[in-house]
């Protein structure tokens, strides 16, 4: 089957304190919500906002604790975020979520122009949303065996890939692989790489895409990886979001002239890419790489 990751979804505290750092410090531009016709969500500018087209890329939202009664929903996407997973057929993948007990939140087209949207908790209850394109109006579908399909966003930059929590990776590589309908990649490591205990052992890794690393990453939480890397953050716990940028070093410069605290990681995970991570301002945990 042909798919990408579609968005990610990330709790926001203060909408516009999160838009200015994703638009001043990261440097991208904010796009503009496409509704379906007549829906209206009751979230206003200050509880949502895309960076992205056809509204994919980041989706920064105030948690609403009356969303999923509103909305009928047995799960609410925006309270602790979520990512979307854009498939070809998701009535297929319905079918076998609950064919396997999995409950699943049908919302239909109700948020965004031209996409229909399920919701699931994977085995290890990362909410992640399978969407799928209905309506030229939600923007080119993916070509059939594509697997993870760019898609460059204004700036040049792209959603690299999600990295989720799993206690156990067999476990929910297995959900994604037979019940999501996910094609495995061959992870790439940089030459000599520090943390190929992790990145050669399919207990503590797991990646879903293509070959050059873009995609679904399933990590076992490891409580020492910070340290063990001189890292100030630990990208293996609590799951974090990936952009590639055209240009890290400016976006490495505007975050240490904001005065963030950053772990510039070089290139130690994965093969041609320097990668950076650093808080928003609601602690969600970002990822920046870009080719070296
Ligand atoms: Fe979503
Ligand atoms: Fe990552």
Redo the contacts with the bound molecule.
Sequence with gaps: MGWFIHHVNIEAHDVQESVVFYRDVLGLSQGKWNYPDGAELGLGADKLAVFGDYNRGIHIVHPDADFQQRHGLAHNPTVGGHFAINVLDAEVVKQRLEASGYLVSDAGTYAMAGVRQLYVWDPFYNLVEINEIVDPVGGPRPADGEAHAKRIEREGWHLH?I?IEAHGVATASDFYASLIGLTAGEWQAPLDCPISDITDNKEALALFGNDDNRGL?VVRPQPDFAKRNNLDHN?TIGG?F?IQVVDLGAVAKRVEDAGLLFSDAGCY?MAGLR?LYVYDPSMNLV?INGSI
């Design positions: 890939h990295n990453h990208p974090h990936a995970a990668q990822e």
